[in-house]
């Protein structure tokens, strides 16, 4: 699966954030506090490395209806990273977050329809998120969308598609 997360993002001590400060209003239930402690601890970016109490934080956010931090437990879920591998379960959050538009969890739960990991697998249903995610550039998605013409997986074959 991917994580839109492992694209080379600034570290927090080069944003210039207090991490005694974020960690205060993530307690106090913020949101994008939440996440940024999540991806401290799952890269280990001024906190040591680890990914349960990442987990913690991302489930605090994704619990809240935060769409990015919805895909990220989908991640964590469908890696184990974390948390017990469940790809049901991460296929529950990819949903929560690609009904909200999040790109990557469009994409995943693709991926998730495509090969049968935690749905029953169904090839039209996995176009309809590959294309929701390739209209947003997702250039996975775009590939996995292309392929699919190709080889007439989930839509009929059409090679004229699938070079788009």
């Known amino acids: 699966m991917y994580d839109e997360s492992e694209k080379d993002p600034q570290s ?14 993530a307690e106090q239930g913020n949101m994008s506090a939440q996440i940024i402690m999540g ?14 109490e990442s987990a913690k934080w991302y489930l605090k956010a994704a619990e809240q209806g935060e769409p990015s931090a919805q895909s990220h437990i989908g991640y964590c879920d469908d890696e184990g990273d974390g948390v017990e591998k469940n790809t049901s379960e991460a296929a ?17 739960l693709g991926l998730c329809y495509d ?6 697998q169904d090839k039209v249903e996995a176009v309809k998120w590959y294309r929701k995610a390739a209209e ?29």
Request: charged share 20%; aromatic share 12%; net charge negative.
């Open 136 to 164: 947003q550039g997702g250039m996975f998605a775009q590939c996995n969308l292309g392929l699919c013409y190709a080889n007439g997986k989930g839509v009929a074959q059409d090679m004229a598609e699938a070079v788009k």
């Open 12 to 25: 927090v001590s080069a944003q210039g954030l207090d991490l005694v400060q974020v960690r205060q209003m």
């Open 92 to 108: 529950r959050w990819y949903r929560k977050a690609a009904e909200q538009g999040d790109a990557d969890a469009q994409y995943n």
């Open 39 to 52: 991806w401290c601890y799952y890269y280990g970016d001024g906190v040591q490395q680890d990914k349960v």
């Open 115 to 120: 090969n049968g990991d935690g749905v029953l």
